[in-house]
């Protein structure tokens, strides 16, 4: 918990753990209902925890907005909280095992009345989960908003935010705590493995998760880029060698999701989230229709046909995809000419100047594939929230789906024109390097030097307390409240995966004609690691936890990439004078064979998906333990309840 900072709340002395910003204009009456119903009783309908306004005094003139809110809980709440959201904590015997209150003496590290037993982070995420569960009683509209309907079962946090009277509410960040993470984690160059169980413990798993991941890929990298760099170095010229390197890529692409998965599940069981039940989706806040009956839950909610969201989709959305896909194809054809027209004026007068010119076009086409994929994602966000999701994870799903196939094609397109239509390989390593070493700098200015820019021309006196939070000198809170509430929301991992998912096509798909790929990647991502982790610790508002047991539907777009550079490598091989020579009379054998070989090597991936476990052997050991375990206490409490009758 935070030292030193503390509210009181009907002389209830508490930690703030999570801030509250409503409208400056909100309505008094408001106010107060949304005060009383966080503080009053759960039986009552309530959320039963500790809340206080925040006060600023006005600053140049500017009046302040008098409409912030702390909130706090007590231990017993919290530790009850951790039960209902089903927190997987250390059992005594070393397994991940469910919380329960009534078993609290049986877990590791519940001390005394269990100070110290959550972390902050998880407090957060239980009061985050408490605030989200606060529903509308009898009250048809909130106090002050006629216009603002409420109806029985209703999600209040949701309904103030999508009307815009709740502007934001954030985990407050804890000082200590992030100043040992950032020492441990990036103020300190060395080359040694990120502290993932303290970024799970501050940050949560979702993002401990994506770092562990970047970590993994990054390592894995390593021997590509070994390799790679001799081979650049000596046997670049003789093109029939590429085979040797694309037969190790197809190899390396394979095995480097498999174990991963392991990986994932060795951590989320360290975690406590790989056997933890997924949560029931409520709503998004966005989501909107005719109010009807939810037949799963028994309470009144927005509903919206399905067909009309279907309609949405292929009548609008798919469209629009196509038509952007056709503008990537038209920008791509435009990318040729300037080519050729670059090439031709290195032909008629070579020297240093043409010769710098030959790569002009790849640099101006790599900058409008960076501008082209930013307005799609904008563009495609409109549209999914347009299509109406109901839920969360649909409306990622979607989300997800839409940018990745227009990525994939604007980033990628060209890179298989030349390689299979003309059948150059000379400007396919050309195009590659340029576009991965262009994309790369404008990924770091945009995500590294950009964001510290922006922060140091704040004013003076925010520039100030940003050098308190990050000194030694202890930040008053309500200083560090009015600090992070200005400071940049953290929209998730999204983009992160999304760079990612892009660099790992570029090693995958065609790094057997550039093997400096790898190299690059890795610099790129040694980098991405101090960048990110600077921005998380001092950028952005602290997130809240998220449990996850898994990157999600990441692992499936990685998945499905890996088959394609399967093909792709296949086919680059097929194209190699040294395999074309072997068929020097027949182009249908030389195909058929190929197309062979492909699906042997298909086949052998999701052999070897299968013969790998996704699981480790002594984590399923232990996760079928619990399992026996769970239904021998079933067993016992059926034979009590029937020897008390």
């Given at each position: ?11 209830v002395s ?11 204009d ?17 039986q009552?309908?309530?959320?039963e ?6 006060l600023?005094?006005?600053q ?5 907005n008098?409409?912030?809110?702390v909130v706090?809980?007590t ?5 009850n ?9 250390e059992?005594?015997?070393g ?5 329960t ?6 877990f590791?590290?519940f ?12 407090c957060?995420?239980i ?13 048809d509209h909130v ?11 209703k999600?209040v ?24 993470l950032?020492?441990?984690?990036y103020?300190?160059i ?14 949560g798993?979702?993002l ?5 991941f970047l ?8 021997p ?5 760099i ?14 040797l ?10 095995v ?7 990986c994932?599940?060795t951590?989320?069981?360290r ?7 997924k ?7 966005g ?18 046909p399905s067909?009309?969201?279907?309609l ?12 952007c896909?056709y503008?990537?194809?038209y920008?791509?054809m ?8 670059a ?8 020297n240093i100047l043409?010769?710098?010119?030959l790569?002009?076009?790849s ?5 409008v ?11 495609a ?7 109406n ?11 997800v789906l839409?940018v990745?196939?227009?990525n ?6 060209s890179?298989?024109?030349i390689?299979?239509v003309?059948q150059?390989m000379?400007?396919?390593?050309q ?11 404008l ?16 004013n ?15 930040l008053?809170?309500l200083?560090?409240v009015?600090?992070e ?16 998912f892009?660099?790992?096509?570029y ?5 057997c ?19 990110d ?9 602290r ?29 680059l ?11 020097p ?17 298909l ?22 333990k619990l ?11 059926k ?7």
């Amino acid at each position: 918990m935070q030292s030193g900072l503390s509210f009181f709340d009907s002389d209830v002395s508490f930690t703030p753990l999570v801030v509250l910003e409503l409208a400056a204009d909100t309505k008094t009456e408001a106010t107060a209902w949304l005060l009383n119903r966080i503080r009053g009783k759960q039986q009552n309908g309530g959320a039963e925890l500790l809340m206080e306004q925040v006060l600023f005094p006005a600053q140049d003139g500017q009046k302040p907005n008098p409409n912030i809110l702390v909130v706090g809980s007590t231990l017993q709440r919290l530790l009850n909280g951790a039960e209902d959201v089903g927190l997987f904590k250390e059992f005594q015997d070393g397994t991940m095992r469910g919380f329960t209150y009534a078993n609290r003496e049986s877990f590791k590290d519940f001390e005394g009345d269990g100070e110290g037993f959550l972390s902050v982070a998880e407090c957060q995420y239980i009061v985050k989960h408490e605030l989200d569960t606060l529903r509308a009683k009898n009250e048809d509209h909130v106090p002050g908003y006629p216009k603002l309907k409420l109806y029985p079962g209703k999600s209040v946090m949701r309904r103030l935010q999508s009307k815009g009277v709740l502007i934001q509410y954030f985990p407050l960040h804890e000082k200590e705590d992030l100043k040992r993470l950032s020492f441990s984690w990036y103020k300190q160059i060395k080359l040694s493995f990120q502290p993932l169980d303290d970024i799970r413990r501050y940050f949560g798993e979702g993002l401990a998760l994506y770092f562990g991941f970047l970590e993994y890929f990054t390592f894995a990298l390593v021997p590509m880029a070994v390799i790679g760099i001799p081979y650049y170095l000596f046997d670049w010229e003789d093109y029939d060698k590429y085979v040797l390197f694309a037969v190790f890529n197809l190899v390396w692409s394979t095995v480097f999701l498999e174990v991963w998965k392991r990986c994932s599940a060795t951590l989320a069981y360290r975690w406590g989230t790989l056997c933890r039940k997924k949560a029931f989706e409520e709503p998004r806040p966005g989501f909107h229709g005719e109010l009807g009956f939810n037949p799963v839950t028994g309470r009144e909610e927005p509903v919206y046909p399905s067909s009309k969201r279907q309609l949405r989709i292929y009548l609008v959305s798919v469209p629009f995809v196509l038509l952007c896909l056709y503008l990537s194809f038209y920008v791509m054809m435009i990318y040729f000419d300037m080519e050729t027209w670059a090439i031709s004026i290195y032909n008629d007068s070579p020297n240093i100047l043409t010769g710098i010119l030959l790569f002009v076009p790849s640099i101006i086409y790599a900058v409008v594939i960076e501008i082209m994929n930013l307005l799609y994602r904008h563009a495609a966000e409109f549209l999914t929230h347009w299509e109406n999701h109901r839920l969360e994870s649909s409306f990622q799903n979607h989300l997800v789906l839409k940018v990745l196939v227009f990525n994939f094609v604007n980033c990628f397109a060209s890179l298989f024109y030349i390689a299979f239509v003309m059948q150059d390989m000379v400007l396919l390593r050309q195009s590659l390097a340029t576009l991965l070493i262009t994309s790369q700098i404008l990924n770091q200015v945009m995500e590294a030097f950009l964001p510290y820019w922006l922060q140091k021309r704040r004013n003076k006196k925010v520039n100030k307390r940003m050098r308190k939070l990050m000194g030694d000198k202890e930040l008053p809170l309500l200083e560090q409240v009015q600090l992070e509430t200005d400071m940049n929301t953290y929209l998730g991992t999204f983009d992160d995966y999304l760079e990612q998912f892009l660099l790992f096509g570029y090693v995958s798909l065609f790094s057997c004609v550039y093997p400096l790929a790898a190299v690059l990647v890795v610099l790129n991502n040694v980098t991405e690691v101090y960048s990110d982790a600077f921005k998380m610790c001092h950028v952005f508002k602290r997130p809240f936890s998220e449990p996850a047991a898994n990157i999600g539907v990441w692992q499936l777009a990685f998945e499905t990439m890996s088959i394609i550079a399967v093909v792709t490598n296949c086919a680059l091989i097929g194209l190699s004078p040294q395999v074309q020579a072997y068929f020097p009379e027949s182009e249908t054998q030389l195909i058929f064979t190929i197309v062979a070989i492909e699906h042997v090597l298909l086949a052998f991936k999701f052999i070897l998906a299968f013969v790998i476990p996704d699981v480790p052997k002594h984590i399923q050991i232990q996760l079928a333990k619990l399992d026996f375990e769970s239904l021998e206490a079933l067993k016992k409490r059926k034979i009590l309840e029937a020897a008390e009758t």
